[in-house]
């Protein structure tokens, strides 16, 4: 799956992030861990499931410049705000274009934040211009965003029946019903998931 020298790029990927924010950095690691669990469950193959390891530690690199104030922002963000936070898939793939060792994933890490119906950024792609593998890893890095956040929230929360993963599913396909996610592969994630927090096989 990895090549020569990956894990030692990775560890460095690592590093950095996390010497920038330490929950960016523990979040690369839950990201390669379920993208990989994602990835052996649908079937890919060993250079899409390289290419999703990647992602999980570039896809973030541009945040690295985004002041704390707008990037650990709780409130609503201002539109200039939300502009400064739209441009960091560019400089992540600007960061990875700059090393031959990372550049074959710039154009992947560059589309992440596209949507199918072209509402993303910051190319506004549609569609198949939005490679598999990084539709594979949009829905990885959603739910974590909403799962971990669910999660702080509901430490002094009280408790609740209600799976915390479930507002992952309904986000997601609020997503896929205004057409920027694709369905089939929604479906396949929302079985994926709950067999992931609830143990299965």
């Not at 669990?37 to 896809?59: A, D, N, P, V």
């Not at 936070?85 to 560019?90: A, G, L």
């Amino acid at each position: 799956m990895l090549h020569s020298g990956d894990t030692e790029i990775l560890n460095f990927l690592e590093q950095i992030q996390l010497a920038r924010n330490v929950t960016a950095g523990l979040r690369c690691y839950r990201l390669r861990t379920m993208c990989l669990h994602f990835g052996r469950w649908l079937k890919l193959t060993q250079e899409q499931m390289r290419q999703l390891i990647f992602l999980s530690y570039c896809h973030g690199l541009g945040k690295i410049g985004i002041p704390d104030a707008i990037l650990l922002k709780p409130g609503t963000l201002s539109d200039q705000e939300w502009a400064k936070i739209r441009e960091y898939p560019e400089v992540s793939a600007l960061m990875c274009s700059q090393l031959p060792i990372l550049k074959e994933f710039a154009p992947l890490v560059r589309s992440h934040q596209e949507r199918l119906n072209g509402t993303g950024y910051p190319d506004g792609l549609t569609r198949e211009k939005i490679p598999y593998v990084v539709q594979v890893f949009q829905l990885v890095n959603v739910a974590d965003a909403i799962i971990s956040k669910r999660l702080h929230r509901a430490r002094n929360a009280p408790a609740s029946d209600r799976p915390y993963w479930a507002q992952a599913v309904e986000e997601i396909t609020k997503e896929m019903q205004a057409g920027a996610r694709d369905p089939e592969l929604c479906e396949k994630f929302f079985r994926f998931l709950e067999l992931y927090y609830r143990g299965g096989s």
